[in-house]
Structure formats: C-alpha cells, structure tokens
C-alpha cells in the first residue's frame, strides 16, 4: 500500500520562530489534506490540497503532486500552534479513505 | 451548519460488553469514514460507508466489529465482547459525494474515547 512519511518526527521552536513540515507519499494521490491535531485530540482542518499552494493566515501549504511531497509552513508560530500535524493521502484509485502520516509534534514554547 | 457530531465523547467498558459509537454527519454530507487512533499513533482507516451502503470495509476487524449507516439516523460503529485492546480514540469523518463543484475533503468528528476496564 501506499507509504506516508512526514518529518521533522518532533519539532520544538520559540514562539516567533518559522517552519516547514513535510509530508512524502509513495504512489499518486487524488486527494491530500493537512490537520492539526490539538493537545485536547481534535483534529482541525487545515487545508485540503492535492496539488498547487494555498494560503490561510499564518499558514500556508503547497503540493507538488508529480514529486508526491507536500509542505506546511507555519510562520511566526505561537504557542497555541502545539499539537500534532497530520498529513492524510487518498491514493489516485479512488479508494475514498485516507492513508494517514507518521505526524510531526510540534511545541512552541513562550 | 453544525460539524460532525460524536456520541458519547467518552465510553468505559468492561471487558465482555459491548460499545455502541454514533457519528451524525454534516448536513449535506451522504459519506461517513471511521477510524482509530491508538495512543501516540496516527489515525488508521476502518470503515467506509453511504446511506445504507457499505463500501470499504477493508480496515476493519475481522470479528466483533460492525458498522451502519441507516437512511434514517446516525451512522453506528459496534463493537462486541469488547477487550482491553480496543481501547482508543475513533473517530468519525464525513464528506460530500465530490464531483466538479464540490471536493472530496473530510471533517472530522471530536472523537470517542473509549476505554476498556
């Protein structure tokens, strides 16, 4: 099946402090998204992004599908961006379920 | 539009019971995924279904687990005769059909933590 690897596995930064987190896939994909799992357990949508860049706030995230890598960079982090950032692939067969990454856990500290 | 809704938030079992997990999709929204979070790991599929349908069973326990999605109602995980090693967050993700006008992308559930005593 398809293999998920994302790294940094774990990352600490200052508060203020920039990163890029990267998450490579094995096989084409027809769907990627990126979540941050919060240190209560809720995952939050972060961006859906098979292919090309998005930006929302602080975060933005690009997908080069033909290279099978994407990228979440986080800027100017705060505390509150700790958690665990997961990077969920659904292979190009059309299987519908997601094939989650190994996460990056991330502390920003004050 | 209120998200994905979980019930319970969290279930203890003793051993031998059996727990009942119910996801209520965003409206609008006709798939409903399952999976599981042992501790410190990633999510892992289980379970793939529409309205009455399922369609991708492939992660899910061969034995005691069971799954549904009625045309009425909340899409129901069960699992029987519960053991200790069930214990884990599930979670429930839904998402609308995809197509041209519309993508593929999940939401995710606040989760069920069950724990097994």
């Known amino acids: 099946g398809i293999q998920v690897e994302q790294s940094p596995p774990d990352l600490i930064l200052q508060e203020g402090a920039n990163s890029t987190l990267r998450c490579n896939f094995s096989?084409?994909?027809?769907?990627l998204q990126w979540f941050h799992q919060n240190p209560w357990g809720q995952l939050i949508n972060l961006f859906y992004i098979p292919s090309g860049t998005k930006q929302n706030g602080r975060l933005s995230a690009t997908t080069v599908a033909t290279e099978r890598y994407s990228l979440l960079y986080i800027s100017s982090s705060q505390t509150t961006d700790s958690g665990v950032y997961f990077c969920a692939v659904e292979r190009a067969s059309g299987t519908y379920k997601y094939i989650f990454g190994t996460g990056t856990r991330l502390k920003v500290l004050a | 539009n209120a998200g994905v809704m979980q019930n319970p938030r969290h279930l203890v079992r003793r051993r031998g019971q059996e727990a009942r997990l119910r996801c209520s999709p965003m409206k609008g929204h006709s798939h409903v995924y399952w999976y599981r979070q042992l501790p410190e790991e990633g999510l892992k599929f289980m379970v793939y279904?529409?309205?009455?349908?399922?369609?991708?069973e492939s992660g899910m326990p061969k034995e005691r687990f069971s799954a549904e999605f009625p045309k009425e109602g909340p899409s129901i995980l069960r699992i029987q005769q519960v053991v200790r090693g069930d214990s884990a967050a599930y979670f429930c993700a839904s998402s609308q059909p995809g197509g041209l006008e519309t993508s593929y992308e999940q939401y995710f559930g606040p989760g069920t933590r069950l724990t097994v005593t």
């Open positions: 279904l529409q309205k009455e349908n399922i369609i991708d």
């Open positions: 096989d084409s994909v027809n769907n």
